[in-house]
């Protein structure tokens, strides 16, 4: 058998593998969405303008839950990731971006997560457990009276991490009166991860618990307003 012969074999056995792998993840992300809707009791849909990514409406302790699971191809690299967001009951900003020692540059409309900011921010002190970060709010007295509260400190606290350059991240983040939490792609190896959660489903209900905290304390604080 001549070599030209062997290296085309041998081309299509890595191709099939390839393939065979790629069914398999994808198999494995629709298993995952299915279990989430049973055990949330979700509505599945796709997301508008988004190729082969999802959206789960439901309803968790009478809290409005959006589930977002996101494919991105980027020089035809497959990579996925995730959000959990529940609308609150004030519409404002809390905004984590990082320290940079002796210096006032920042960018007041974007999150350490990506989100867009509508309005004007203001720099608030930051907690103890927060002084790697600048924190930013278009309605300060909210954000003050929200960190008061060491419960939600500690919950904000759980979602800090650095990437590889020893950058500062924050998954959880308030953007225009929405609670976001950031599932993050397995290339970036940070916390926490989306492939963390396909392999475990009932993780997410963890998670749910957490963003309550923080939802039920803002709509305490938005009584009093």
Same mark, same amino acid.
């Given at each position: 058998?001549?070599?030209?012969?062997?290296?085309?074999?041998?081309?299509?056995?890595?191709?099939?593998?390839?393939?065979?792998?790629?069914?398999?993840?994808?198999?494995?992300?629709?298993?995952?969405?299915? %279990?989430?809707?049973?055990?949330? @009791?979700?509505?599945?849909?796709? /997301?508008?303008?988004?190729?082969? $990514?999802?959206? +789960? !409406?439901?309803?968790?302790?009478?809290?409005?839950?959006?589930?977002?699971?996101?494919?991105?191809?980027?020089?035809?690299?497959?990579?996925?990731?995730?959000?959990?967001?529940?609308?609150?009951?004030?519409?404002?900003?809390?905004?984590?971006?990082?320290?940079?020692?002796?210096?006032?540059?920042?960018?007041?409309?974007?999150?350490?997560?990506?989100?867009?900011?509508?309005?004007?921010?203001?720099?608030?002190?930051?907690?103890?457990?927060?002084?790697?970060?600048?924190?930013?709010?278009?309605?300060?007295?909210? %954000?003050?009276?929200?960190?008061? @509260?060491?419960?939600?400190?500690? /919950?904000?606290?759980?979602?800090? $991490?650095?990437? +590889? !350059?020893?950058?500062?991240?924050?998954?959880?983040?308030?953007?225009?009166?929405?609670?976001?939490?950031?599932?993050?792609?397995?290339?970036?190896?940070?916390?926490?991860?989306?492939?963390?959660?396909?392999?475990?489903?009932?993780?997410?209900?963890?998670?749910?618990?957490?963003?309550?905290?923080?939802?039920?304390?803002?709509?305490?604080?938005?009584?009093?307003?």
């Amino acid at each position: 058998m001549s070599p030209i012969v062997i290296l085309i074999i041998a081309a299509l056995v890595v191709g099939i593998i390839y393939l065979s792998n790629d069914l398999e993840k994808k198999d494995e992300r629709q298993k995952h969405l299915r %279990a989430l809707v049973k055990l949330l @009791d979700a509505e599945m849909e796709e /997301i508008p303008g988004r190729k082969n $990514s999802f959206a +789960l !409406r439901f309803s968790y302790r009478k809290a409005p839950f959006l589930y977002e699971d996101i494919e991105e191809v980027i020089f035809d690299k497959t990579s996925y990731r995730a959000f959990l967001r529940v609308q609150l009951p004030v519409n404002f900003n809390i905004i984590f971006t990082e320290d940079f020692k002796g210096s006032s540059f920042r960018s007041a409309h974007v999150s350490l997560s990506g989100g867009m900011v509508s309005g004007d921010t203001n720099q608030i002190e930051s907690p103890r457990a927060f002084k790697e970060f600048q924190i930013f709010s278009n309605k300060p007295r909210v %954000a003050k009276d929200l960190f008061d @509260d060491e419960a939600v400190v500690r /919950i904000f606290a759980k979602y800090k $991490s650095k990437d +590889l !350059r020893g950058k500062p991240e924050m998954a959880l983040e308030i953007v225009d009166g929405t609670l976001i939490l950031k599932f993050y792609s397995l290339g970036q190896q940070l916390e926490p991860s989306i492939f963390d959660l396909r392999h475990n489903t009932s993780l997410i209900e963890d998670f749910l618990e957490d963003m309550l905290v923080v939802y039920r304390q803002v709509k305490k604080i938005s009584e009093s307003l």
